[in-house]
């Protein structure tokens, strides 16, 4: 029996209530073509496409609701998160500002044009914004961890970290419930300390350099360190023993966040610390020379294209393996694939392997693939974990950043403090990729003839 007009609504937004989004967008599909008038049909579309990673598919469904109600603050709010997802910044903030003149108590918008601000690279001006609005909701962290942000981009770093703390009343972490205390600055002579990561293995490579703050205190220091890490950080400094978990029988004074470590540093000291000294065990250092023996005599590339396919910005600061493919062009050089995981099933339907060699998805660990790095003439990657592995190593990197990209890197410049060395290389239209990486080939080939 055919459904009615009424039942197909009901239908879709159930399915995309349900998650089941593929079913939902085809009952939406078959309903507008019979009420291309429904505004908040069109809108759940486009709410749909952004949260199943059809950024440039959400933004065309939400400008047909908003030519249709361009009052409407539901819509207006969809309209300007998408454009927000795809750096039309300037266009989403006006939304948003408009938004609050009905509005002026809604702290998520106010969160919503510091974040723009910062994405623009305009770090004072989100600053300046967002310390004006947070006395109005000094309880909103949201707001705080913006501010957080716009202070990293800036290099106040100090009070950056101190503000990013509000991360852990914001909904995204489970808070800490440990059966010892959080370390406040109390004397360590003679006690455990227990130090535990961020959310990311890169954060945990990119902040372990202030693990020595803990150093001349007295204390015993655990690092908390998944198994992926454990032989890379083996010997860290500052450190006298790695395990791989908390338990309620873990035996310590205190526990204390890597992040916080490093504003504590900066509390004292505005210099940021050389990067964390890796261990890599001489078993990955063999793998390494025995899988690229045969390849010696070309100039070898290491390449990873994407971090975690979970991580919820990943589709933007990451591309695709057939990006890479025009530099196996240059002529001496030799891909090698760095990553392991399941992008990898792409990259072989289509042939890839045969033009970029695999040697990460046998890779047990993050040992190995410093190993395979320090086997390279160069590596390029995307940001991702393992462009804090490559900076910490010091080997040749050069990392190719989306548009709006991660604090560490800011928005303008080839250099970045945190990792004397590294070349960035940066993308000038959200999603599209051929640009910046024409001039990583361009850059290639002069490093090749000049390593010739």
């Known amino acids: 029996m055919a459904r009615t007009l009424q039942q197909l609504r009901q239908d879709a937004m159930k399915a995309q209530k349900d998650g089941a989004l593929d079913k939902a967008a085809r009952d939406y599909a078959a309903y507008l073509a019979q009420v291309p008038g429904d505004v908040a049909v ?18 065309h469904v939400q400008e047909r609701a908003f030519a249709l109600a361009p009052d409407d603050i539901g819509v207006r709010n969809n309209m300007a998160n998408i454009l927000s997802d795809l750096g039309q910044y300037d266009r989403s903030i006006q939304l948003r500002r408009d ?29 300046a914004y967002l310390e004006s609005v947070i006395p109005d909701h000094p309880e909103d962290a949201e707001l705080q961890i913006q501010l957080a942000f716009a202070q990293l981009g800036s290099g106040d770093y100090a009070n950056a970290l101190q503000n990013y703390k509000a991360r852990w009343r914001a909904g995204e972490l489970q808070p800490r419930n440990l059966p010892f205390p959080e370390w406040q600055g109390e004397a360590l002579d ?24 803990l150093n001349g205190r007295g204390a015993t220091v655990q690092l908390v360190t998944k198994r992926p890490l454990l032989r890379l950080f083996d010997g860290l400094a500052g450190v006298d023993q790695l395990i ?55 100039f070898k590339v290491g390449v990873v294209w994407t971090g975690s396919l979970t991580y919820k910005g990943n589709a933007f600061r990451s591309f695709s393996h057939t990006d890479f493919l025009p530099l196996t062009e240059v002529e001496g050089v030799q891909l090698f694939s760095l990553y392991k995981g399941p992008a990898l099933e792409a990259y072989y339907a289509d042939g890839s392997d045969g033009l970029i060699v695999d040697v990460g998805s046998s890779e047990q660990d993050f040992a190995d693939c410093a190993a395979m790095m320090q086997a390279m003439d160069l590596v390029i990657t995307s940001d991702t974990a393992t462009a804090h592995v490559a900076g910490s190593l010091g080997v040749p990197v050069w990392t190719v950043l989306h548009w709006d990209a991660f604090w560490v890197w800011r928005h303008q410049g080839e250099t970045t403090d945190w990792y004397p060395g590294m070349r960035l290389f940066r993308q000038r239209t959200p999603l599209l990729w051929s640009d910046v990486m024409a001039e990583v080939k361009t850059a290639l080939e002069k490093k090749v003839k000049g390593a010739a």
């Open 42 to 59: 069109w809108s759940n579309l486009g709410v749909l496409h952004r949260v199943a990673g059809r950024h440039k598919m959400a933004q």
């Open 99 to 127: 938004i609050l003149k009905e509005q002026p108590d809604n702290a998520q918008h106010k969160a919503m044009i510091g974040r723009s601000l910062r994405g623009k690279g305009a770090y004072a001006e989100a600053i």
């Open 190 to 213: 003679g006690k455990t300390i227990v130090v535990l990561p961020e959310q990311g293995f890169g954060d945990a490579v990119l902040f372990a350099r202030f693990l020595t703050v």
């Open 244 to 298: 791989p978990d908390l338990t309620r029988d873990t035996n310590a004074d205190y526990w204390v966040n890597m992040m916080d470590l490093a504003a504590i540093h900066f509390e004292d000291e505005a210099k940021i610390p050389a990067p964390t000294q890796l261990s890599v065990p001489d078993a990955a250092t063999q793998r390494a020379q025995a899988m690229t023996a045969k390849l010696q005599d070309r």
